[in-house]
């Protein structure tokens, strides 16, 4: 039975079944239609499909364990006691002299400024080089699977790791530094919301070591001017203060503070404050060194 044919039989009309009975054929030139004045055939329509959209895939093994070596190489590079091993390089332990700290401050009162700003420099660059890093790893290659909130943490738990592997190298029995210079180096390389931040606290240590010549007040200062700048960038963002933003928003690469750069800068503090705990103390004592002073001379 060809196309447009249907056979009658009772009182309807049946498609599709082989009952003897009269062929009805229903095209156009058996209903008397001009095949001229036809309509032109409709053209199906096609829709796209209801569910259009899939999520980003997961990670997948492979990048799970680069984030991993990336993590654990911030531990490992942040861990190289660098002050510890320029004074043995010089036939000293610095543990047995000042502070007993392995940091830039104890090696400049120990051995003086040259090993003092060679210790700083490089265990800046300890802190430095795993931050930068993951910036351009995350920005490259995880971020396309990770949304903007996992990829801050993910990145600033790279610059925790270095300050972390400073404070607790394995090397020395888990006892280092106080992390400031590990911790600024990490912090310049988080851009742009830490690099600031670094800045200012950078400037606001520098003018309390000039003020009161005791690093470790100027130092926890610092860290405090740092979490209150990341606040205020996180404050300007929520509420749009434009005369703070829009400045901002014009530098390569911005992204805006949010709760997890807050909640970072606001533990990194907490965590300073706590390693100068005793510095603190002597400060309040009135026996804490100052720059430029011996073991014999006080405050």
């Known amino acids: ?67 991993i070596g990336l993590l654990l190489f911030a531990f490992l590079c942040g861990s190289i006691p660098f002050g510890y091993l320029i004074a043995r390089s010089q036939g000293v332990n610095i543990r047995a002299h000042g502070s007993g700290n392995i940091g830039a401050t104890n090696v400049w009162r120990v051995m003086g400024k040259k090993w003092g700003l ?58 280092g530094g106080k992390g400031v210079a590990t911790g600024f180096g990490a912090l310049v390389g988080v851009f742009p919301v830490f690099t600031f931040a670094a800045i200012a606290a950078l400037l606001a240590w520098a003018i309390a070591v000039k003020l009161w010549k005791m690093v470790g007040l100027a130092s926890v200062l610092a860290a405090i001017v740092m979490a209150v700048v990341v606040v205020g960038l996180h404050l300007a963002t929520r509420f749009n203060v434009q005369a703070i933003t829009l400045p901002l928003e014009g530098l390569p690469g911005y992204a805006p503070a949010t709760l997890v750069h807050v909640g970072f800068a606001v533990g990194l503090a907490a965590l300073v404050t706590y390693k100068h705990r005793a510095n603190l103390a002597r400060t309040l004592a009135g026996t804490e060194l100052k720059v430029g002073q011996n073991a014999g001379q006080r405050a």
């Open 1 to 67: 039975m060809g196309q447009g044919e249907y056979r009658r039989f009772g009182r309807g009309i049946e498609s599709g079944r082989l009952i003897g009975c009269q062929t009805l054929r229903l095209d156009d030139e058996s209903l008397g239609i001009d095949p001229r004045l036809a309509p032109a055939p409709r053209h199906r329509i096609t829709h796209p499909p209801r569910h259009s959209y899939s999520p980003p895939p997961l990670p997948c093994p492979v990048t799970t364990l680069v984030l």
């Open 118 to 175: 060679l210790c700083f420099v490089l265990d800046f660059f300890k802190g430095l080089v795993p931050s930068v890093l993951a910036g351009v790893m995350l920005d490259r290659g995880a971020a396309s699977v990770l949304n903007t909130d996992w990829s801050t943490a993910l990145w600033l738990s790279v610059a925790v790791l270095a300050v972390l592997g400073h404070m607790y190298t394995p090397w020395l029995g888990f006892k």
